[in-house]
């Protein structure tokens, strides 16, 4: 996207910027002399200036916006409310509404004052594990620990604070227990685990924690705009590396947690379906025999050398899963580490046979895990560079030679990619015409359009969504939807529908030796052929399917200072009028009715239930005996669903009969069920 105002910054402004900052302070980051760097002041004020003149969300930083930042920076220091007294927070309540003032003059003097009082609390948090530890625990005692945020309010007295952290110890010792660890192991685990959380908390340096407090600011914005220390932005860059050589997952940090920030698509771990974003890394062995490292408290880099390996090689995961209860044991995860290959994040294919009626119907499903482009190749004129729109003609025109029925576009776990591809895939679907629409930060409209008018396929058509479906899997969903070209089943989708630049701060200083960071921004919003926006409320499928995600918990609705839904003027279009509201409600009656009668979708239902139970629950027991009966009753329920369903069917696994198929479909019920709707689109269509 362009960047209009961007440009406007003049050299005036520059030059006088460089003669402020030149003036200002530094400091050391020692233990006891955390200060801001003299380069924080200059990059606050291009933080600042950049925001205010090119986010997408026109906002005044005043007294209302710097309430937003001071809570924000807490609740990023000790969003559990475990570190901080009541009294640090009435002292810190005085700068609730100067914080704005500040930064207008690019001070962050106060976000380090903050900070070093909230290292000195962790320190002796810390300093009270071993005495917990000391003393031991009564596991037979009835007690509990509240795990709700929000419901805990700010400790009183050191008393009250104490009593809060040996419950956390006790709880963490429990786990472990329950996982098999001797008294004695416990206590050195989780001795090792407190040494290494607080050397990482005191190794926090000055750019770590102009980040935290940035971060809120840019944060106060939406939640795609972000700023990257120099460090973090290489912390980025091995990541990458990661996802390209090793499990392919990009992780990020949070405090004490390494953190599942994305999967990427054709990876072992994408491959695997074992791990998901948002998860929790705890624990990393090597091979099959290596013993679990603890790595909770473990910066970052050094977690991704341990998880990285040789191709070929297995690294095994003790995870904390995104969607399962607090008090829930950590799962193992086995991984043979390989080398990503952009064929194998592709679009890929097979063909499904499904039984309706008393016919049998051929159905190709086309499974899409990102949007992606060979942008190289592309810009050197290769004549068969890579793309998705190019491979799903091609995986078209090979269904089409074998006669399929009908076709399904898997887009779960898409997380979007390069809006061009979502525009020219839905070319193949249908005639030319709009596919989305942008607004800019200045009101200004972009209507992209797909100007090709072959249709690659006219026959029947659905597109399966899921929770994490985002960006440009929404851009086509949604533009299938709008245009009654197929049905959408599955789960309503993230809502996303805004679009980011990536702003190196170096370059309004080319001449400085100084390494400053990077500020991602928010500059474009995506809206629909209707003029509705995807922002925040996703793409609603014409068939949703049971689902445990909800908008309030995950998506984008669920993150603070998301940008809302509005709409715009509809663009002009022609529906193709494939699918009628009859039809949808006639497919909405047969999928009803399988919700009574398929089992695979009743023990759907059934952990989905389990799992909203588990996360309505904001008292963790503390009782061993209680803690293992719940989890010895979980580890029944999936032993005994595994026998029964005897599922062994893997996304990608070549299906030579009957029985491989059957496999498949009961270990996801979600395809069988949009199978065999796209089965009855197929069959209304003849």
Do not use: C
């Not at 509240?146 to 963490?172: F, G, H, L, T, V």
């Not at 509201?581 to 399988?594: F, R, T, V, W």
């Amino acid at each position: 996207m362009r960047m209009r105002e961007y440009r406007k910054i003049g050299v005036m402004f520059v030059l006088l910027l460089q003669v402020i900052v030149s003036q200002a302070y530094t400091g050391g980051d020692t233990l006891a002399t955390l200060e801001p760097a003299a380069k924080h002041w200059k990059e606050t004020y291009l933080i600042n200036n950049l925001l205010s003149k090119n986010h997408y969300r026109d906002m005044e930083l005043n007294d209302s916006l710097s309430s937003v930042i001071f809570h924000d920076y807490l609740e990023s220091l000790d969003g559990n409310k475990s570190y901080f007294l009541a009294a640090d927070i009435d002292y810190f309540s005085k700068y609730e509404f100067e914080l704005d003032d500040y930064i207008k003059r690019g001070n962050v003097d106060v976000a380090f004052q903050i900070f070093r009082i909230f290292r000195e609390r962790a320190n002796t948090r810390i300093d009270y594990v071993d005495e917990i530890l000391a003393t031991g625990f009564d596991y037979s005692k009835q007690e509990e620990l509240n795990i709700d945020d929000k419901e805990i309010e700010w400790a009183k007295n050191n008393e009250e604070i104490n009593e809060r952290w040996r419950k956390i110890i006790k709880s963490q010792a429990l786990s472990l227990k329950l996982a098999g660890k001797t008294d004695e192991e416990i206590v050195e685990s989780l001795t090792n685990r407190y040494k290494r959380y607080r050397k990482g908390i005191n190794q926090y340096n000055s750019d770590d924690v102009f980040q935290f407090y940035m971060n809120a600011y840019s944060g106060s914005y939406d939640p795609h705009t972000n700023y990257f220390s120099p460090v973090s932005s290489e912390n980025f860059n091995i990541s990458m590396s990661l996802s390209l050589e090793g499990i392919g997952a990009r992780l990020t940090q949070s405090m004490d947690y390494t953190v599942v920030n994305e999967v990427v698509p054709g990876g072992p771990a994408y491959k695997s379906k074992l791990l998901h974003k948002d998860d929790k890394i705890i624990s990393v062995a090597q091979g099959d025999e290596g013993d679990y490292v603890d790595v909770i408290g473990w910066r970052l880099q050094d977690v991704v050398q341990l998880i990285r390996g040789k191709k070929g090689t297995v690294v095994r995961l003790q995870v904390l899963k995104f969607d399962e209860a607090a008090g829930a044991l950590p799962r193992e995860i086995r991984i043979v580490r390989d080398k990503i290959k952009l064929e194998e994040q592709s679009a890929s294919s097979e063909i499904i046979p499904i039984y309706n009626g008393n016919k049998t119907y051929k159905l190709g499903v086309i499974t899409l895990p990102s949007f992606y482009i060979d942008f190289e190749e592309a810009r050197q004129g290769v004549k068969d560079y890579k793309s998705t729109t190019r491979d799903v003609k091609r995986i078209i025109e090979d269904l089409q030679a074998n006669e399929v029925d009908g076709i399904l576009i898997d887009l779960r776990y898409n997380g979007g990619g390069s809006l061009m591809e979502a525009i020219d895939l839905t070319g193949l679907f249908i005639d030319q015409g709009p596919v989305v629409q942008v607004r800019n930060s200045d009101g200004s409209i972009d209507i992209k359009r797909d100007e090709d008018i072959k249709v690659q396929y006219d026959g029947p058509l659905a597109v399966m969504i899921n929770r994490f479906s985002a960006s440009a899997s929404e851009i086509f969903s949604g533009a299938i939807q709008d245009y009654k070209r197929g049905i959408i089943v599955g789960e309503a989708s993230f809502g996303k529908g805004t679009v980011q630049n990536l702003i190196d701060l170096n370059r309004m200083f080319p001449n400085d030796d100084e390494r400053m960071g990077q500020l991602k921004l928010t500059l474009a919003k995506f809206y629909r052929v209707t003029g509705s926006s995807t922002q925040n409320i996703g793409v609603t499928p014409d068939i949703g399917f049971p689902s445990g995600f909800t908008a309030e918990a995950f998506g984008e609705s669920s993150r603070p200072n998301a940008l809302p839904w509005d709409q715009i003027q509809s663009s002009y279009f022609r529906p193709t009028n494939n699918v009628s509201p009859q039809l949808i409600k006639h497919l909405e009656a047969i999928y009803l009715s399988d919700l009574d009668s398929d089992v695979d979708l009743q023990y759907l239902q059934e952990d989905i239930e389990l799992m909203k139970k588990q996360q309505d629950d904001n008292l963790l027991s503390l009782n061993y005996e209680e803690r293992k009966a719940e989890n010895d009753e979980e580890q029944k329920r999936k032993l005994d669903r595994e026998q029964l369903t005897e599922s062994g069917g893997k996304i990608g696994q070549e299906l030579t009969s009957e029985e491989d198929f059957q496999k498949k479909l009961s270990d996801d019920p979600y395809l069988k069920e949009g199978l065999k709707l796209l089965a009855e689109l197929v069959k209304e269509a003849k």
